[in-house]
């Protein structure tokens, strides 16, 4: 059973994009099959994975707006082995506005992706930097959302914003919803206001903090133009290591994860079976 990721935060500029292709790079490379759908109209996930934007004939425009749209018939396969993407671009920007005024609005790629879900064992998704309907549809598809954040001061502002959006999401579209990780990004542990914002940020959500950072790092800021992950631009840099270790960090949480939802299941049964 496949499990849906949304990479969020309305602000921009604080490396969610490059989170998201980087993370999906490297559960395809361990192994796990990954579709990655770029839900921002930028398209900046799509070129980062070396898609021509310009000369697409499908995108997640189609997949929102067309209802008898097949999601598989825009899937397109990268350079990664096991990672697909559904890529974005500038259409998608109509989206938006179309969406308003369509019933189950908020439901349109849930409903879109159904039938393609379970082929995989994650699907990430690249949210805009907004709290429109492009997120909402993104985050009411999600099980987990994993939240990129700039170490610097004006990154902490809007997050309370991001977080009370998340927990309508979780009050009347998607009970199940739930914070997979927050992730730090652009860290620079000789900077003081870096320390300073990451005790703020693991304050306010405790183990839900990776612990594993993100580097500032020049060979992450390249990647995308050569429209690749940065595994594939430079093997042993700082930002490919830590990406390494970030993606590492979160799957064995979902393998902790598994083991207790495993431990859990014998004392539920009993419980049952004592009633």
Not at 101 to 117: G, P, W
Not at 217 to 227: F, T
């Amino acid at each position: 059973m496949s499990k849906i990721l949304s990479f969020s935060n309305q602000k921009g500029g604080v490396g969610k994009t490059t989170t998201c292709v980087n993370m999906s790079a490297y559960l395809a490379l361990f192994g796990k099959k990954v579709l990655l759908i770029d839900l921002d109209p930028q398209g900046n996930a799509s070129s980062g994975l070396g898609v021509q934007k310009n000369a697409l004939k499908h995108s997640t425009y189609s997949l929102l707006c067309d209802p008898d749209f097949s999601a598989a018939d825009a899937i397109i396969d990268t350079v990664i082995p096991g990672l697909s993407i559904i890529p974005s671009n500038i259409d998608l920007a109509g989206a938006e506005i179309e969406l308003v005024n369509m019933e189950n609005n908020t439901r349109m790629l849930t409903s879109a992706i159904d039938k393609i879900k379970d082929d995989y064992d994650y699907i990430t998704i690249d949210c805009p930097p907004s709290l429109g309907l492009l997120t909402i549809n993104a985050l009411a598809a999600s099980s987990g959302v994993i939240i990129p954040i700039q170490c610097e001061f004006y990154a902490l502002e809007g997050l309370t914003q991001l977080i009370n959006t998340i927990k309508l999401v979780i009050k009347h579209l998607k009970p199940t919803l739930e914070i997979e990780g927050v992730v730090m990004t652009m860290y620079d542990s000789r900077a003081l206001v870096s320390v300073q914002i990451a005790a703020e940020i693991k304050k306010y959500f405790g183990k839900k903090l990776f612990t594993h950072a993100i580097p500032r790092n020049i060979r992450v800021s390249e990647a995308p133009s050569h429209g690749v992950p940065v595994m594939l631009h430079d093997n042993n840099c700082a930002g490919t290591r830590a990406y390494r270790r970030l993606t590492k960090e979160f799957l064995n949480r979902e393998e902790e994860r598994l083991k207790q939802a495993q431990a859990e299941q014998p004392s539920a049964k009993s419980a049952a079976d004592a009633e």
